[in-house]
């Protein structure tokens, strides 16, 4: 079996890859389909400005004229010296139309092929050749726009097309009309809204499922490593208990021993006492379960934490005495009265004094003080130990986490202590927060309610 932490860092690089050439793919086709929907509208712009064409040309165009010169009366009737007739196409197209009829031709062209309706129209004269023969109507911002689509191309589009019945047919003077429009990139993103938000939320979701991935197996890898933490402290906290009482027991068949009562009493304790310490190890293992599983009953009572946290600090003198170790109790609440559980209260106080010799220095110093705050009562514990970083204290209260202190942990224990005084204290409906800098001791803070 290949072990994690050479399989994690590959599993990582080919999910990576795998969605960076998701996401090439998503981009591209997008890139490719706002292309296509591009030309479609360019389609729907040419078809539209050749239905207009098309529907100004149907304007009835005025009456023929014609022009009589030399008409006199005679015996046979009039006689007409010159007849001149003007013919039906020289007529021009502009003058069938007003400004305002070309616009709003123009807009309703635009609205019925559902394409943007910002524009700017003219209508010129040109010869066969090109040659300009004057503005016969524009719209108030023709000019403007297309001084601006000049010089700015690449935002701008313009659409003609010559105002002739048959382009197979063009005279020698013709008109044009001329479209100026501002390229609408939001319209083309609307156009592509479906097929734009399909692919976000997919790749959001391939996003999504990555990270969780990633997040799963470090939690995983994280578990493992804890688990082997675990296990390793566990073989050395049973371990030497059982080696003290094998050579206890040793020592008492010794034939030396067996005569000497004083003897067989003293190491007859020490079985006793290594036995209580294998228990209340294995008790602290039993109570972490329940404590996952959310089975410790409490059994709330009215307690006085004056007079636990005095009791406490008594029993841990000759612990204190060993650091060389030094208690202040500040006990200020005027009211020191909650509802708690006895024992459970007192083994939280009890773990983070017990937290504070283990990882002191020497000339220890603890500074236990108590005050009400509103409603609720508050107790802090502050030592000036080897303090904790910033990573400890984000996971000083996980299950089976230990703060290392070198290379090797010199701190015996499970890792249980501070998950166990969080979880008592969440029972008890409190707030627990630590403040800590490394090299100058922690502080524990506790709230607890109040009635």
């Known amino acids: ?91 021009n197209i502009s003058d069938r139309f007003t400004t305002d009829e070309v616009q709003k031709l123009i807009a309703k062209g635009l609205r019925d092929a559902h394409l943007d309706t910002t524009f700017e129209f003219a209508i010129m004269g040109r010869g066969v050749f090109g040659n300009t023969n004057g503005v016969k109507m524009q719209s108030p911002g023709f000019t403007k726009m297309i001084e601006e689509s000049g010089t700015d191309s690449l935002n701008y589009i313009v659409h003609s097309v010559p105002l002739v019945v048959s382009l197979e047919y063009v005279t020698e003077q013709t008109e044009s009309l001329y479209v100026v429009q501002p390229k609408n990139n939001l319209l083309l993103l609307m156009s592509l809204g479906r097929m734009m938000a399909g692919g976000l939320l997919f790749t959001a979701v391939i996003i999504t499922a990555f990270i969780l991935t990633i997040r799963t197996m470090l939690n995983q890898k994280k578990i493992s490593e804890i688990k082997s933490d675990f296990i390793n402290n566990m073989t050395h906290e049973l371990k030497t208990p059982l080696a003290t009482i094998s050579l206890a027991i040793d020592a008492i068949g010794n034939e030396k021993v067996m005569d000497n009562k004083e003897k067989i009493r003293y190491f007859s304790g020490i079985i006793k006492e290594e036995n209580k310490r294998m228990n209340k190890q294995v ?13 410790i009953a409490l059994n709330l009572q009215v307690t006085d934490v004056h007079d636990v946290i005095q009791h406490t600090v008594d029993n841990l003198q000759l612990q204190f005495g060993l650091r060389n170790g030094r208690v202040e109790v500040r006990l200020d609440a005027i009211n020191p009265i909650i509802q708690a559980d ?34 609720s009562l508050v107790i802090t514990i502050a030592d000036n130990g080897i303090g904790m970083s910033r990573d400890t204290i984000s996971r000083i209260f996980e299950k089976f986490y230990r703060a290392h202190t070198g290379n090797v942990h010199n701190v015996k224990g499970f890792g249980l202590g501070l998950s166990y005084v969080k979880a008592i204290v969440d029972a008890h409906k409190g707030k627990i927060k630590v403040e800590s800098t490394p090299g100058k001791g922690s502080k524990f803070t506790m709230e607890f309610p109040q009635e």
Do not use: C
């Open 1 to 91: 079996m290949i072990p994690l932490k050479k399989v994690f860092p590959i599993i990582v690089v080919l999910i990576t890859l795998s969605l960076l050439g998701i996401i090439y793919i998503q981009v591209n086709w997008i890139y490719n389909a706002s292309i296509v929907r591009r030309e479609q509208m360019e389609q729907r712009m040419i078809s539209f400005i050749n239905n207009v064409r098309e529907q100004m040309l149907l304007r009835q165009a005025p009456p023929m004229r014609f022009k009589v010169d030399g008409a006199r009366a005679t015996e046979r009737g009039l006689v007409i010296d010159k007849f001149e007739l003007k013919a039906l196409f020289n007529e």
């Open 283 to 295: 008790e602290s293992i039993l109570q972490s379960a329940l404590l996952e599983k959310n089975e």
């Open 342 to 375: 006895d024992v459970h209260f007192s083994n939280v106080i009890f773990n983070l004094l017990d937290n504070a010799i283990k990882y002191s220095k020497e000339d220890l110093e603890v500074v236990i003080s108590t005050y009400n705050s509103k409603k």
